[in-house]
């Protein structure tokens, strides 16, 4: 497992270190959002949580509320990180509001999502980089 995954781990786990937490991996690939966010997980688990997954390869909101968020949040475990991958269109303006934290993966020259909580360059997915960017000045569909 590489280190980024356990530091964002670590991050998220910080500043979100109880209740029920919703996590989303997204980017301009659907199945590299896939392949971050088991990474992801994995350093979750070792880290001593209880992780769901559920993957969306298009996004569509009504699904997504329907039969991902709601499910989720219904259940009697409070203790739980669910982790959602799959594309951009997850971070609409009438879904990005649905999110504890927001990571975003890109390769190569892609742009990053300027609402990002986290950014990692997957270009060599065995040696994902954290990538830090200062968007303040930016509306928030830069890179949408």
């Not at 997204?26 to 992801?40: C, F, K, M």
């Not at 001593?48 to 997504?64: I, K, W």
Request: proline share 6%; glycine share 6%; charged share 20%.
């Amino acid at each position: 497992m590489s280190d980024v995954w356990t530091d964002i781990s670590s991050e998220f786990l910080h500043l979100y270190p109880r209740g029920r937490r919703l996590l989303v991996v997204a980017g301009a690939d659907a199945e590299r959002s896939r392949l971050a966010a088991d990474d992801l997980a994995a350093a979750l688990t070792s880290a001593g949580q209880t992780v769901e997954r559920a993957h969306t390869s298009d996004g569509a909101e009504q699904p997504l509320r329907d039969d991902i968020i709601a499910p989720f949040r219904q259940r009697e475990d409070t203790g739980s990180v669910l982790i959602v991958s799959g594309p951009a269109a997850l971070l609409s303006e009438s879904t990005r509001g649905i999110w504890n934290h927001i990571l975003w993966q890109l390769a190569g020259d892609e742009q990053p999502h300027s609402i990002a909580s986290a950014i990692v360059d997957v270009s060599d997915p065995a040696n994902p980089t954290r990538r830090f960017a200062d968007y303040c000045a930016l509306p928030a569909s830069f890179g949408a």
